[in-house]
C-alpha cells in the first residue's frame, strides 16, 4: 500500500478539501488526486463521492479512516520507538480518559500508583468524550477510562463503577436538608444545565422524559466544571456524579441524591492486539480503590470484558 496515498487520504477527510490537503502535504491537487486514485484502486472501493468538484467520503471511505490513521500513527511513532530504545528509557503506561472523570477519578488514581511506583513513567492524554472512542480504536494506548460499555469488538473492556447521577446544591442551600430530592422539588429552583451532548444531560432528559416533566435551564455551559463553579456560587443547582467533581470542591458542595436513581457507568478498556504494560494491573487496582473512595454507597455489579 502506498503510505503516501494514504495520508493524502486522511488529509482530505481531516482538511475537509483537497486543495488544503495539498497544501499541507506540498503536493499539487493533480499529484494529490492521483494518489487517491491509486489507493481507490489498490483497495478496491471507492473511498470518496465526486459532487462538483467535491470529495465527499463514502461509508465505505468513512470506516477506513480510523484504521487509516491508525496505520499512519503506527508508522509514524517508529522512531521514537528506536530513539526510545536507544537512550534505554523507561516506557511510560499511556493512559487516555474522558475528560469529565479526570480531577475526580483518574489523577487521584494515578497519585496513589506514583506513590507506590515511583520509577514508573505515565502520559495521560485527556479527550472529549466523541474523541475518546476513535483514539481508543487506533490502539495508541496502555489504558482507557471512559463510560462503558464501548461499542468496539477491538477492545477489551471490564465494568469499574456505577456513579449515582445526584442533584448538587451549595452546603448551606435549602435543598442540602433533604435525604433524596424528586424533580417536582427542583423545578421551582434555578438549573444550571450541561449542554445537550454530554453523557449526563442526555441521562438527566432522559428520566425527566420518563416522568413527563421538565427543568427549564437558567444557564446552560458546555463543562461540568463550570456547572459546578455556578453552583458553588450560588446560582442554583446542577446534576453531577461523585467522580466528575473536583475534590477542592467537594467540602463546599452537597451531594442529594435524586429519587429517579440514574447514574452513569464507568469501565476499563485494554488494546486487544498489543502486549500488556507491566503496570497495568497496579493502576487498575489503583483506579478501583480511587473509585470506592469517591463513590461510598454500593455499586452494582457490570459484566467483566476482559479476555
Given amino acids: 500500500m502506498n503510505l503516501k496515498s494514504l495520508r493524502v487520504f486522511v488529509h482530505v477527510i481531516d482538511e475537509g478539501t483537497l486543495a488544503r490537503a495539498s497544501e499541507h502535504l506540498h503536493l499539487s491537487q493533480p499529484a494529490a488526486s492521483r494518489l487517491l486514485s491509486i489507493l481507490e484502486q489498490e483497495l478496491g472501493i471507492a473511498l470518496f463521492y ?18 487509516a490513521v491508525r496505520i499512519l500513527a503506527s508508522i509514524d511513532g517508529i522512531p521514537s520507538f528506536f530513539d526510545q ?8 503506561l499511556r493512559v487516555v480518559c474522558h475528560s469529565r472523570i479526570v480531577s475526580g477519578l483518574v489523577l487521584p488514581a494515578i497519585a496513589r500508583l506514583s506513590r507506590r511506583n515511583a ?19 487506533q490502539g495508541l494506548y496502555d489504558i482507557g477510562i471512559g463510560a462503558f460499555p464501548l461499542s468496539s469488538d477491538e477492545v477489551d473492556q471490564m465494568f469499574l463503577c456505577r ?11 435549602p435543598l442540602a436538608a433533604h435525604e433524596v430530592l424528586t424533580t417536582s422539588q427542583l423545578q421551582d429552583h434555578p438549573y444550571i444545565a450541561i449542554d ?8 438527566v432528559d432522559r428520566e425527566l422524559q420518563k416522568e413527563g416533566l421538565e427543568l427549564d435551564p437558567l444557564h446552560e455551559v458546555s463543562v461540568g466544571w463550570a456547572a459546578y463553579r455556578l453552583v458553588q456560587e450560588g446560582i442554583g443547582f ?3 456524579d461523585p467522580v466528575a467533581v473536583e475534590e477542592n470542591l467537594m467540602s463546599e458542595l452537597c451531594f442529594v441524591p435524586w429519587a429517579r436513581k440514574a ?9 486487544k492486539t498489543r502486549r500488556r504494560h507491566h503496570a497495568v494491573e497496579e493502576f487498575i487496582a489503583c483506579i478501583r480503590e480511587t473509585a470506592d473512595r469517591a463513590i461510598p454507597m454500593p455499586k452494582e455489579p457490570g459484566p467483566d470484558r476482559f479476555n
Avoid: Q
Fill in 119 to 137: 520509577g514508573l513513567k505515565i502520559r495521560l492524554e485527556v479527550h472529549p468524550r466523541r474523541d475518546l472512542a476513535r483514539r481508543i480504536g
Fill in 263 to 271: 447514574a452513569i457507568e464507568f469501565g476499563v478498556f485494554l488494546p
Fill in 196 to 203: 445537550r451532548n454530554t453523557i449526563i444531560r442526555r441521562i
Fill in 163 to 173: 456513579a449515582p447521577i445526584h442533584v448538587i446544591v451549595p452546603k448551606h442551600h
Fill in 85 to 92: 530504545i536507544r537512550k534505554d528509557a523507561a516506557v511510560p
Fill in 50 to 67: 465526486r459532487e462538483k468538484k467535491r470529495l465527499i467520503p463514502t461509508p465505505e471511505g468513512s470506516l477506513f479512516y480510523s484504521e
Fill in 238 to 240: 446542577t446534576f453531577a
